[in-house]
């Protein structure tokens, strides 16, 4: 009797056995998408109901807090820059030569029409500091074996209290993301993909954001190219470079 | 004097049609500057009720860090205020969001206010009314830009005190319309209390507004404004319109009286002989002139009653149809109706008709005073000096 209960437990036994701790996921899934410095050339293809829009930009990002961009493509949006500091973000518009501070309502505007705000662009906290993870499951998607990962946050001001994430099991990289608000109507939808390894870490190159509570097929964020922890200057972190 | 009345009356008279073209552009230059200070005035009195019945009550108590023109401040612009402060004060407390109304996003200002009072005319009681779990209220030019109209449901998302989104369906409960924007454009209004459970922030507001009964307090982290402070912008816009307007209308009455003024010196100069004539009937020089200057002051007082005749008819029937004013003026940020009644007080009118009298006088003793340096005897002779 005892023998034949083994056989049923082992199996159980063993598979908790298999499955990572939560938090240790969050921290592996950290160590590869949050590094000390970057520098990336990427696209932003903003689908819209009269058809799509590409926009190119080159960003310089520093720890968590610290990003610039300049917009490279169309000609339209040739020069604009947005430099982000802890949580002031500045917006140099090169056709009025003025820089302006984004608050309040423009902060939850659209960068250029996309399913992003710019609040959105300016959340960049580590998963691990902010959220306490639990294995739900198991799931596939694009043919990779993930980890299905339910979030709440363990910090007051988590800018969403609960998320859940399919984290690719070998590469721990989020291949797919859900964001909600607290009364768990989900917000936002994040599909990661083209996972590839730069500079000795897996990097997803293609991500689709969609902002589930509005129309259309969200926003393809691309990126082209994309280094890590290479020194950047100080001088790219300051409002006097929005107007270089 | 009755005399040079007569005389002037006479000579006007007998100028005709150069009289009545005179006479007929100063009573025009009358009637506008009449009509177009009334309707100034009839838009400030008329933005100044609304603005006191919609948005200002009897003054504002504002959280010393609330600025309404920085949204920046919006964000931590709140504060408790003991219950026995708080007397004859209805909070509100504003809070910034995004609605999604038929899968587009807009964002939206939040108002929270005591479903009770009886202070603004806000038809608060609708949200006390409804059965929707989050009833709202917004105005008209709201409702037309979101594309909402009542009973509508919308995904109403916003953050909490710490800035952790929240999201849930709202309820158009009411559509109200008003002459006031800045209590419509991209506001929706809640209960008090619905937004201090959906924030987080129990008791907390940014501002209150004031009742009649209420008394200005010195309270630590608040700051009152009073009526009078309120309304110093919609006043100064006013007084700005006032001055731009008088440069047209002063333009007019400049033609007015530059016509007058021709007359005069085409009159002391063609009726010399008259001037001889007087003064050898025994007429001091001072009394000619006096003569010439009633008879182009006379002008202004015919203007006024011509001016009377068809601008009475037309200024009544204006208080009582009033003057459409174009919807885009709506739009503005200001309390502008979409009638507005002018409003003639007897100062305005009176004033009216001292200004011109006196200037028409004035435009008509420069030429006269001509007359005082004449030889009677050349005068006489009608001899050119």
């Keep these: ?34 590094s ?209 | 004097m009755k005399l040079a009345f007569q005389l002037a009356y006479k000579n006007l008279m007998g100028a005709g049609l150069r009289t009545w073209l005179n006479v007929g552009i100063l009573s025009f230059a009358f009637v506008i500057i009449i009509f177009y200070n009334g ?44 219950k026995e402060k708080s007397k004859d004060l209805t909070p509100i407390l504003i809070r910034q969001a995004t609605i999604y109304p038929h899968g587009r996003m807009m964002p939206i200002t939040i108002k929270g206010i005591d479903t009770g009072q009886k202070t603004l005319q806000l038809p608060t009681q609708k949200l006390e009314l409804s059965n929707a779990e989050i009833p709202v209220l917004i105005g008209t030019r709201m409702a037309a830009s979101a594309n909402l109209k009542e009973g509508d ?40 209390d619905k937004l201090w459970e959906m924030t987080e922030l129990t008791g907390n507001a940014t501002l209150f507004i004031a009742n009649q009964n209420f008394t200005p307090l010195k309270l630590n982290g608040w700051n009152f404004k009073t009526q009078m402070n309120l309304l110093k912008d919609l006043n100064d816009i006013i007084a700005m319109k006032k001055i731009s307007g008088s440069i047209m209308y002063l333009l007019l009455l400049s033609i ?49 009653i011509v001016g009377c005749i068809y601008g009475i008819p037309i200024f009544v029937f204006m208080t009582k149809t009033g003057i459409g004013m174009p919807s885009a003026s709506q739009e503005m940020g200001i309390a502008v109706a979409e009638r507005i009644f002018p409003v003639y007080g007897a100062g305005l009118i009176f004033g009216t008709m001292v200004l011109v009298v006196a200037s028409a006088t004035l435009v008509s003793f420069l030429p006269a005073r001509k007359i005082a340096k004449m030889n009677p005897v050349d005068a006489l002779k009608g001899k050119l000096q």
Excluded: C
């Design chain 1, 1 to 34: 009797m005892k023998k034949i209960l083994y056989l049923f437990l082992l199996p159980a036994f063993l598979n908790a056995q298999n499955t990572p701790d939560g938090a240790d996921i969050l921290r592996k899934v950290d160590k590869n998408m949050i």
């Design chain 1, 36 to 244: 000390k410095t970057s520098i990336s050339t990427s696209q932003m293809v903003v689908h819209g109901r009269r058809g799509s829009r590409t926009i190119t930009s080159k960003s310089y990002q520093k720890g968590e807090v610290n990003s610039f961009s300049e917009y490279l493509s169309p000609a339209r949006e040739k020069g604009t820059k947005m430099l982000k500091l802890d949580d002031r973000l500045w917006i140099y518009s090169p056709s009025t030569d003025r820089t302006i501070q984004l608050s309040g309502h423009m902060l939850r505007q659209s960068v250029m029409g996309s399913d992003l705000s710019y609040e959105d662009m300016m959340e960049d906290r580590k998963l691990e500091e902010v959220y306490n993870a639990k294995v739900v499951g198991e799931d596939t998607i694009g043919g990779r074996k993930t980890w299905v990962l339910e979030l709440s946050a363990k910090v007051d001001d988590a800018t969403y209290e609960k998320r859940k994430e399919w984290i690719d099991k070998e590469r721990y990289i989020p291949l797919k993301e859900e964001l909600f608000a607290k009364s768990g109507e989900l917000l936002k939808r994040v599909l990661l993909s083209d996972v590839e390894k730069i500079d000795g870490r897996w990097y997803p190159k293609k991500m689709n954001y969609k902002d589930m509570l509005k129309d259309g097929e969200g926003t393809d964020f691309i990126v082209d190219e994309i280094t890590f922890d290479t020194d950047i200057p100080d001088y790219i972190f300051n409002k006097a470079s929005l107007k270089q």
């Design chain 2, 39 to 82: 309707m100034i005035d009839g838009w400030n009195e008329q933005s100044k009720r609304d603005s006191i019945a919609w948005e200002y009550g009897y003054g504002e108590l504002r959280n010393d860090k609330y600025n309404p023109l920085d949204p920046f401040t919006i964000q931590d612009a709140h504060g408790v205020l003991p």
């Design chain 2, 153 to 192: 449901k919308v995904l109403l998302r916003w953050r909490d005190k710490n800035g952790t989104f929240d999201a849930t369906n709202i309820t158009v409960a009411g559509i109200f319309d008003t002459n006031v924007p800045t209590v419509d454009n991209g506001q929706f209004w809640i209960s008090i």
């Design chain 2, 256 to 304: 007015a009286l530059l016509a007058i003024f021709d007359t005069q010196v085409l009159s002391v100069f063609r009726r010399q002989r008259e001037i001889g004539t007087y003064i050898a009937l025994g007429m001091t020089r001072r009394q000619v002139v006096g003569l010439f200057t009633v008879e182009g002051s006379m002008y202004s007082i015919l203007a006024t």
